[in-house]
């Protein structure tokens, strides 16, 4: 593979098994001594993030020749929407290790990410690959802090927990246990007047999840339970929803494990595409684990 005349570029469906499931993110792999033009340029990253148009798109950044994505175990790595720079993105994170573990051969056990998150470790876990990202608490709020918010995107009254994660500005909504999984999945509403009705800069996403039972129908293919289900919205960063969301489950994986007093915990993103993910809770960070589909590879001329 050849890096010197334009940018190698993948597109990879995240926490999937097999194509069109999950998350799609762009991964582009960048070396500082064939790509100095793009290796701090923050605005062409975005121009061609924009290009992409995927709710996110990776530059992994390579201090060497190109040799390092096949030999090297550090990279620098950032996320961008197609419109702003993120500090945290799980699925894209994962997008990334699938490229050099599978197309680049990388035959190192752990990868090492230097981020605006600070440094990532991601490993090989058999079939999956695993994330290990800081665990993002959250603290308990009013629902008259939100209500207009809130009642722009479901009815209020199947709202039983409202909690906000400081770090990351998401809105947690928890939903009573009644609910049915199949109603949150078809839940439809005007997605782009959310920033329109919150726009202090406070909320950058807001998470929809339910506690997973036999009975309202949170089981997967095989008929085991996933122990919480969710679905993510983040117009304010350009995303109206998003597939599978590795940051929002560092905000859930810190909820849902002290509400079931356990560590280990099985998730759905309940989105159209849809995606699962195996968490395991260890002290002040979380591991996220699942799959990755690399379904389009290619170059982008500059």
């Known amino acids: 593979m050849s890096f010197?005349?334009?940018?190698?570029?993948?597109?990879?469906?995240?926490?999937?098994?097999?194509?069109?499931?999950?998350?799609?993110?762009?991964?582009?792999?960048?070396?500082?001594?064939c790509h100095p033009q793009v290796c701090s340029n923050a605005e062409l990253m975005q121009k061609i993030a924009s290009e992409m148009n995927l709710s996110e798109t990776a530059f992994v950044i390579a201090t060497g020749n190109p040799d390092t994505f096949t030999t090297g175990d550090s990279f620098s790595l950032r996320w961008f929407t197609p419109s702003t720079e993120v500090n945290l993105c799980g699925h894209a994170t994962l997008a990334s290790a699938a490229v050099l573990f599978r197309k680049l051969s990388n035959t190192n056990p752990v990868l090492q990410f230097d981020t605006l998150s600070g440094i990532l470790s991601v490993c090989r876990n058999g079939k999956l690959i695993s994330l290990n990202f800081p665990l993002n608490p959250s603290i308990s709020q009013t629902l008259n802090d939100y209500t207009d918010l809130l009642k722009a995107i479901l009815d209020v009254t199947l709202i039983q927990e409202i909690e906000y994660s400081p770090n990351t500005k998401k809105l947690l909504v928890r939903l009573k246990n009644e609910v049915q999984r199949e109603q949150l999945k078809n839940l439809v509403f005007n997605i782009s007047s959310l920033p329109l009705i919150e726009s202090s800069g406070r909320i950058k996403g807001v998470i929809l999840t339910l506690k997973g039972t036999k009975e309202n129908g949170c089981l997967d293919q095989s008929g085991e339970c996933f122990d919480f289900v969710s679905r993510y919205f983040a117009p304010w960063v350009g995303i109206p929803e998003d597939p599978v969301t590795g940051s929002a489950h560092t905000v859930l994986a810190s909820y849902w494990s002290k509400q079931l007093d356990k560590n280990d915990l099985y998730a759905q993103q309940c989105s159209t595409r849809g995606g699962e993910m195996r968490i395991v809770v260890k002290d002040d960070r979380v591991e996220m684990s699942g799959q990755a589909t690399i379904t389009l590879e290619g170059r982008f001329n500059l």
């Open 4 to 33: 010197l005349d334009s940018l190698p570029i993948f597109l990879v469906d995240a926490f999937a098994s097999q194509p069109f499931k999950g998350n799609p993110a762009a991964v582009c792999l960048v070396s500082i001594t």
